[in-house]
């Protein structure tokens, strides 16, 4: 059994059992399917990109209007167009985290050199493939599908991968490790969206008639 570099693995058999267990037949070796769901991945990380270039252009123009609103004091169509353009960026926002977060993703699937590895990765992947697949669903509809395709295929990958290599799935963990990935993520795209996308304007301030 291969051990990992990381953390102690457990066997998946207890050492109470005094049968011996053949371990179950995994469905299909390994690499293949994991360079198969990384393609996958790779496919959802370019429509994100070319979603985020559409949103930076309609938001670009968006500003526009805004600053040329507030300009010619038009107060009520300024108020609109603000709430619009700061509801356009929270979209924009999860797109570009979702890409990132995916980005994170591919990079540690391409690490894992072993079983171990492979667990270790694959188990907060799932949490983050999901994460991701609840907070973009409401904006991009047409990702859940794939986005459940491969949450379903890194799971296949993940139980086949303990099983063959007899270790067991620490899931509290796992979602402590999804977390952080996600928050790693976070942390880059604030940064990005204040690079990219230019402040808000604070809308002039309505003198109240007096009664």
């Keep these: 059994m291969m051990n990992s570099r990381w953390v102690k693995s457990e066997s998946i058999l207890s050492s109470n059992d005094d049968q011996t267990i053949s371990p179950p037949k995994p469905g299909g070796p390994l690499k293949p399917r994991l360079d ?12 994100l990109e070319e979603l985020h270039g559409v949103l930076k252009s309609k938001d670009e123009e968006a500003f526009r209007k805004l600053v040329t609103s507030i300009k010619e004091n038009n107060a009520q169509y300024s108020t609109v167009l603000s709430s619009e353009l700061a509801r356009a960026r929270q979209v924009s926002r999860v797109v570009f985290l979702s890409k990132v977060a995916l980005e994170k993703l591919v990079a540690r699937l391409s690490s894992a050199s072993d079983f171990g590895d492979l667990v270790i990765v694959l188990s907060p992947a799932m949490a983050v493939v999901k994460n991701l697949r609840s907070s973009l669903t409401p904006h991009v509809p047409e990702m859940e599908g794939e986005l459940g395709v491969i949450s379903e295929l890194l799971s296949g990958i993940l139980v086949d991968a303990g099983q063959v290599g007899g270790y067991t799935i620490n899931f509290e963990t796992a979602n402590e490790e999804a977390v952080r990935l996600i928050e790693e993520a976070s942390a880059v795209v604030e940064q990005k969206m204040k ?13 109240q008639k007096l009664a």
Excluded: H, Y
Aim: proline share 16%.
């Design 195 to 207: 690079d990219e996308f230019p402040g808000i304007p604070d809308l002039p301030v309505i003198p």
């Design 36 to 47: 198969a769901v990384q393609k996958k991945i790779q496919v959802q990380i370019s429509r």
